[in-house]
């Protein structure tokens, strides 16, 4: 019996979007719910689970690598977003049955390496699933049909996570990945398999090759780049997209953490993680009205806000029944939570998913306010991608304070941290020309003097004259941001510049790879010389940078606002 083609209909390709954004959200739920809570019943540390779960959702703060080779390479047999769905789908498959012959905990670091390769392909899923939609949704069923994958989303991660703690029991860990690919099989089979793609037309058809996909991501960096510094409030989105989305605490592994120090069985951890999903996706939509009413920035001030408290309760709480630090196995046994702390910790998780809830779609609105709609599918991927790595650097920041200062405290300071982008949030307005204000070189100049005192910073650190104590690895994690950040300037402010800064430029392309390749030296520290070296020739080349006229920027910005009928 041969399946028919969703994509003919209305309902059935809601259908196709709703099941495929399924299949993104189960990984992500079983890895950061399930896995996280039964690595720490076996005594993983939090430091450990926290960079885990920051390592699951790096790849998706570089997606938008993805899109020129998705764009470039394709089938016309296969289907041209439809292939690359397809592999991605069987290699999320085979990654996950690979786990299953891991010993745990033992083998964690390889978990982590299997499931960054994992997620990689889970991000180029993404890409691929978005660019589907774009050509087949009509108008006026988008809307619609971002609603529908955003229910699919969280429907999965309370599979993957709610789903797999209920079965726990009877089939174990290894079991769990098997049934999360059995999920992700079943959407390859009866959805994805019987698609057919629209041909797209020879004169629509892309150059083939790595050339021309180096000339797509060379457009897209340029693109980003003039249109992040191009207003004022798409370089303060900017920062408010780096910037963690609120208090993080009771969304990440902290919370799945203490879960399981406090006592909680698996089905009480699912029944938890469950609601909070149901919870977190009704107040997602009445979080967007009542901004399309009240205004975007009112009420994303106040949603931001109220994430803290919530955490804040949690911390009371804690300090209140002397629950500081994490629990070593052999405590675990001879030290039971007051009912009273799981009931707390029942009430803040709750309260927390409102918060989340109502900030959530209210976020992803605001960024759109102040994307050019000239570069739209450009911009508001760089602002995405980058929210995954503020989520990425919270949760491996959070599993290292949980250990050097104790719960309470890395509450506290999630809860103040997460009060810094309201700072930005006032700044985040359309601009009357989204082309250009006139003020991108200045701003490129002071991005590119600050960037430079961040890598000068790390020389003091690296050579032990911060007093930092316990927060040492805290802060690595702050300068492994500034070193992405640094690189990400300098490749794409080259391209922007071109041959009017001659040497800079091809420096700046030169030592993007460089600092990125920093982030080794957990691993390398063997090249310690070089761990010096690369900051030190960043931050020179990026104070030559910010005394350039950034001329093209200023072409750009000079142009006048297209006409309008």
């Known amino acids: 019996m041969r399946l028919p083609n969703l994509l003919d209909t209305r309902v059935g390709r809601l259908v196709v979007f709703f099941f495929l954004y399924v299949t993104e959200g189960i990984p992500l739920g079983f890895a950061a719910t399930a896995v996280a809570t039964q690595l720490r019943r076996q ?3 939090p430091a450990e689970i ?7 959702y790096l790849p998706w703060a570089f997606k938008w690598a993805f899109g020129p080779f998705i764009d470039v390479f394709t089938s016309e047999r296969l289907g041209r977003r439809r292939g690359w769905i397809l592999g991605t789908q069987i290699m999320l498959i085979i990654t996950l049955l690979a786990c299953t012959g891991l010993n745990l905990p033992a083998q964690l670091g390889v978990l982590t390496g299997v499931l960054l390769i994992h997620n990689s392909f889970g991000a ?10 774009v050509n087949t949704l009509r108008p006026d069923e988008r809307g619609l049909a971002n609603g529908v994958m955003f229910a699919g989303a969280s429907l999965g991660t309370a599979v993957g996570g709610a789903g797999v703690l209920f079965l726990m029991p009877v089939l174990g860990l290894k079991g769990g990945f098997v049934f999360v690919a059995a999920c992700i099989a079943l959407v390859t089979v009866f959805i994805v398999l019987p698609l057919r793609e629209t041909p797209t037309p020879a004169a629509q058809r892309r150059g083939a090759g790595l050339a021309a996909a180096g000339r797509e991501m060379r457009h897209f960096a340029e693109q980003a780049f003039r249109s992040f510094l191009g207003t004022r409030g798409a370089y303060s989105g900017l920062f408010f997209s780096l910037l963690p989305a609120g208090a993080m605490s009771l969304g990440l592994a902290l919370q799945n953490n203490l879960s399981v120090e406090i006592g909680m069985s698996d089905d009480s951890v699912a029944w938890l ?3 909070s999903q149901v919870v977190s996706a009704a107040c997602m939509v009445v979080g967007g009205m009542l901004s399309d009413t009240y205004g975007r920035r ?6 931001l806000a109220l994430m803290s408290l919530p955490v804040l309760y949690m911390m009371f709480q804690l300090s209140q029944h002397q629950w500081i630090m994490p629990l070593a196995a052999a405590d675990k046994a001879t030290r039971i939570a007051p009912a009273a702390l799981i009931t707390a910790m029942w009430v803040a998780t709750l309260s927390y998913s409102v918060a989340q809830g109502l900030m959530y779609g209210t976020r992803s609105a605001i960024f759109m306010d102040v994307t050019n709609p000239a570069v739209a599918a450009t911009q508001f991927t760089a602002y995405m991608a980058m929210m995954n790595l503020a989520i990425s650097y919270s949760a491996t920041w959070q599993g290292i304070a949980i250990e050097a200062l104790g719960y309470p405290k890395t509450l506290l300071i999630d809860a103040v941290i997460g009060l ?7 700044f985040i307005k359309p601009a009357d020309n989204p082309a250009g204000d006139g003020g991108g070189a200045g701003r490129a100049r002071v991005m590119a003097l600050v960037l430079a005192l961040g890598c000068l910073a790390w020389i003091p650190f690296r050579a032990g004259l911060l007093p930092v104590g316990t927060a040492a690895p805290i802060f690595e994690t702050l300068f492994t941001l500034i070193f992405v950040a640094s690189a990400v300037f300098l490749g794409a402010g080259a391209i922007v510049l071109g041959p009017t800064a001659g040497l800079l430029s091809r420096l700046g392309l030169a030592m993007a790879p460089l600092l990125l390749a920093m982030y080794l030296r957990k691993w390398w520290p063997q090249a310690e010389g070089l761990y010096y070296v690369v900051p030190v020739a960043a931050a020179l080349l990026l104070l030559a940078q910010s005394r350039l006229s950034w001329q093209a920027l200023r072409v750009v910005d000079a142009a006048p606002a297209p006409a309008t009928a």
């Open 273 to 275: 993680s469950l609601w």
């Open 298 to 303: 009112r009420t994303l001030f106040v949603y």
């Open 420 to 426: 810094l982008c309201l700072a930005v949030l006032p």
């Open 50 to 56: 926290g960079a885990f779960v920051g390592s699951f």
């Open 124 to 133: 180029m899923q993404d890409v691929a699933i978005d660019a589907l939609a």
């Open 43 to 45: 005594d993983v540390g």
